[in-house]
């Protein structure tokens, strides 16, 4: 069959030919059609994961969109190593599979589940987030930062506040229900200020998209500012601005602040799953907007080399 090949860590990979998956009992063939591209399958790629694969050669890509053997339309995730979802057939756990809901097409689909499901897992699933509670986006100007919006609105939340270094990606937010922008200035004292005058008015749940400094003056900001008895939920997400920070030990006991994680391992993947069939159906009743770009998986070796990430560049397999 058909695949892009990652032949060895950091390498682009290549179009050609892998062995095609065999199914195991239990397991169920599918015919793929779209799979995305997403940091976190670069990131496996380069061999910079925490889940990166260390056997090589392998299939990249950790999720997509296919045909089952019946002809149902189904999301599929994680296939079963060496194979991946950039490929003519994956094989996956027949409980990995998540049946399309009708009014859903296939690329939106294929574009929408790993970026919806950061935010949607770590809200739910992490923050316990509720109805009425306000949230703080930092990183929003990015695919996963602008569907974090579009679902924390879709949650319920009170207030969205979206943080974000463009002031025109800012503005933009504001159509998918940000209702309030920061920017992400080099001045650290106006950044200090205007952290805390927003936690000063209530801030229920951090949603970190970028870690690195942002995220160390939200901390600190954060324990000098909040209200007392209500505590912050933190929850790390992505690493767009770093992979460490430079955090005091005071600003854990200082103030009620609970720091989380949320990524592959720190939900149960039973959870996943079903996580992404609500995100899917949820696609639906709200219209949540994602921008696409299309690209043959032939190409795949002169999309990769680009550095943009948005719009989610979707990869077809015909």
């Known amino acids: 069959m058909k695949a892009a090949i990652v032949l060895k860590a950091g390498l682009a990979p290549v179009y050609g030919d892998f062995k095609e998956p065999i199914p195991a009992p239990g397991e169920t063939r599918i015919a793929v059609v779209a799979a995305a591209l997403s940091p976190v399958v670069k990131a496996r ?45 994956a094989v996956v756990p027949s ?4 049946t399309l809901p009708d009014g859903l097409d296939d690329i939106t689909a294929a574009a929408i589940a790993n970026p919806g499901l950061s935010s949607w897992a770590a809200l739910k699933e992490r923050a ?3 109805r009425g509670e306000t949230i703080l986006i930092n990183g929003a100007t990015g695919t996963s930062g602008r569907l974090a919006v579009q679902i924390a609105k ?37 950044l200090d200020h205007v952290f805390k005058s927003h936690f000063q008015s209530g801030i229920n749940v951090v949603l970190d998209y970028l870690w690195g400094k942002s995220a160390e003056r939200l901390l600190i900001s ?19 601005s770093g992979a460490n920070i430079n955090l005091p030990a005071a ?18 993947f039973t959870r996943i799953v079903g996580v992404v069939d609500e ?40």
């Open 45 to 89: 790629a380069a061999g910079s994961h925490y889940s990166s694969p260390t056997d090589f050669p392998f299939v990249v890509g950790i999720d997509g969109v296919g045909r089952l053997d019946d002809g149902r339309r189904v999301y599929f995730i994680l296939p079963k190593a060496p194979f991946g979802s950039m490929s003519q057939t």
């Open 95 to 98: 409980s990995q599979c998540v």
């Open 128 to 130: 316990r987030f509720a």
């Open 154 to 190: 879709y949650l319920g939340a009170k207030k969205v506040i979206a943080t974000g270094r463009t002031p025109s990606a800012l503005q933009s937010l504001k159509a998918l229900g940000a209702d309030e922008t920061i920017g992400l200035v080099e001045d650290t004292n106006v």
């Open 222 to 240: 954060g324990s000098q500012a909040v209200k007392e008895g209500v505590p912050i939920r933190f929850v790390q997400v992505g690493n767009a």
């Open 251 to 268: 600003v854990l006991r200082s103030a009620a602040i609970e720091l989380i994680g949320s990524g592959l391992g720190s939900v149960p």
């Open 279 to 318: 995100l899917l159906q949820a696609t639906v009743k709200a219209d949540f907007k994602i921008q696409t770009t299309t690209v043959p998986l032939s190409e795949v070796q002169q999309a990769w080399r680009g550095e943009a990430l948005f719009p989610r560049i979707v990869f077809t397999v015909s």
